[in-house]
């Protein structure tokens, strides 16, 4: 990010134009440093094209370079106040960098630590399917075979009728109890897997925005600003100049972050959402879906609790972070540092319990596509945390008036529930 205000500071120094044919040399220079080998005439026509398609904070910078060749010998004079801002600019940002790089890292590996657990636990599971699909089908050839050997009697000298009759009955109970086994295994892993595909959806839709949002911090905002004013400056100097750089003026005012991480991700597919993993049946197993079975309800109901519980976390979380806001404008600075540290705290559980959340919804939806009444279960486990917050509401209203006075946030935390 610090990169951006050194490419900043680096043209700056080369604003102002020689008379003559060194005018047209630092058109060419600051042509070559942005990548292009076009004329600055033809620079100069496709430069209004250029700023209202992609307001990249290079585009509009590129546009301040050409307007300033253009003008010549008047900005010699603007040059150095530009090569103050830019170089307070740089840094600014060289010392903000280390810090954003190191936040934006660990926060980074905290997302990607979760998504790797959740990844493990998939492999787990299939692992699991996978051996007992392969022990079902062995235990199948082997039943096959011992009743093939019934229907021709053809028994050998190491076995009697009556010894493949008992044979043919245990391999019987055994593929009974393989079967029974093999489809608590696919449910499993058909659960695992739906809550790990929403959990990746989290983690490209929330997590990694957030991420990078933390790493650009407010680097596009001074860029901006100083964008804006070089571009005013340009209009005091020289009159003759005024609708080129007026352009520039409104261009600059529209650089935004949001603009700028949409052009980064058309170019960086890597940040982008990758396609969903479906269900992979193993061997023979033709089956894509969850299969009814009577532990399927109590999975209904275990995740149903889950989703509650994480709406319960998420909100009254929610409403202790609102009410820390409120009280870090009255705290000195002295505890503004406790005071912050506390509310990172509450934000992670609000992060933590929203991730929750979303895998247990994901659980529920593919239960829900399974033929279960989940809506019933989910109703009920609502209905009871929605009335457990009413009454601790309620304790806490009495509390406050039994104290005469509003709690501060020191006493308050989600992190019991």
């Known amino acids: 990010l610090g990169d951006g205000a050194s490419l900043l500071a680096s043209l700056q120094k080369r604003r102002a134009p020689d008379k003559g044919a060194g005018g047209r040399g630092v058109a060419e220079a600051d042509g070559a440093s942005l990548g292009t080998s076009s004329p600055p005439e033809e620079d100069e026509k496709a430069w209004g094209l250029l700023l209202p398609a992609a307001r990249s904070v290079f585009a509009v910078w590129k546009g301040v370079i050409d307007g300033t060749i253009c003008s010549g010998q008047s900005r010699v004079a603007a040059s150095d106040n530009y090569r103050t801002v830019s170089t307070e600019a740089a840094k600014t940002a060289r010392v903000s960098k280390e810090h954003l790089l190191k936040k934006g890292t660990e926060q980074l590996l905290s997302v990607q630590a979760e998504l790797l657990e959740s990844v493990k636990e998939v492999g787990k599971t299939k692992k699991h399917y996978v051996q007992l699909q392969r022990t079902n089908e062995v235990a199948r050839e082997k039943a096959a075979?011992?009743?093939a050997r019934l229907r021709k009697s053809d028994h050998g000298i190491f076995h009697t009728k009556s010894s493949l009759q008992k044979l043919s009955a245990k391999f019987s109970v055994q593929l009974a109890e393989n079967s029974q086994q093999l489809l608590l295994a696919q449910n499993e892993y058909a659960l695992m897997l739906a809550a790990v595909k929403a959990h990746l959806e989290h983690y490209y839709q929330r997590e990694l925005p957030a991420v990078i949002q933390t790493l650009d911090g407010?680097?596009?905002?001074?860029?901006?600003?100083?964008?804006?004013?070089?571009?005013?400056?340009?209009?005091?100097?020289?009159?003759?100049?005024?609708?080129?750089?007026?352009?520039?003026?409104?261009?600059?005012?529209?650089?935004?972050?949001?603009?700028?991480?949409?052009?980064?991700?058309?170019?960086?597919?890597?940040f982008s959402a990758t396609a969903a993993q479906p269900f992979q049946p193993e061997?023979?197993?033709?089956?894509?879906?969850?299969?009814?079975?009577?532990?399927?309800?109590?999975?209904?109901?275990?995740?149903?609790?889950?989703?509650?519980?994480?709406?319960?976390?998420?909100?009254?979380?929610?409403?202790?972070?609102?009410?820390?806001?409120?009280?870090?404008?009255?705290?000195?600075?002295?505890?503004?540092?406790?005071?912050?540290?506390?509310?990172?705290?509450?934000?992670?559980?609000?992060?933590?319990?929203?991730?929750?959340?979303?895998?247990?919804?994901?659980?529920?939806?593919l239960l829900r596509q399974a033929g279960l009444d989940v809506d019933t279960w989910l109703a009920s486990a609502m209905g009871q945390v929605l009335d457990e917050m009413e009454q601790e509401r309620r304790l806490s209203e009495a509390r406050r008036s039994e104290r005469g006075s509003t709690p501060t946030v020191r006493g308050v935390s989600p992190c019991g529930f």
């Open 145 to 147: 075979d011992v009743e």
């Open 283 to 365: 061997g023979t197993d033709q089956v894509i879906s969850l299969l009814d079975d009577s532990g399927l309800e109590k999975e209904a109901r275990r995740w149903a609790s889950r989703a509650a519980k994480d709406y319960k976390i998420q909100t009254v979380s929610e409403q202790v972070l609102q009410r820390m806001e409120t009280r870090r404008q009255q705290v000195n600075e002295a505890e503004m540092s406790d005071m912050e540290k506390r509310m990172e705290e509450v934000k992670e559980n609000i992060r933590k319990a929203e991730i929750s959340k979303v895998k247990a919804e994901a659980r529920l939806m």
């Open 218 to 270: 407010d680097l596009y905002e001074r860029l901006r600003d100083q964008l804006v004013l070089i571009s005013k400056t340009e209009l005091e100097v020289c009159q003759d100049t005024q609708e080129l750089f007026q352009g520039i003026a409104n261009a600059s005012g529209q650089v935004c972050r949001e603009q700028n991480l949409l052009l980064f991700l058309q170019d960086n597919a890597a």
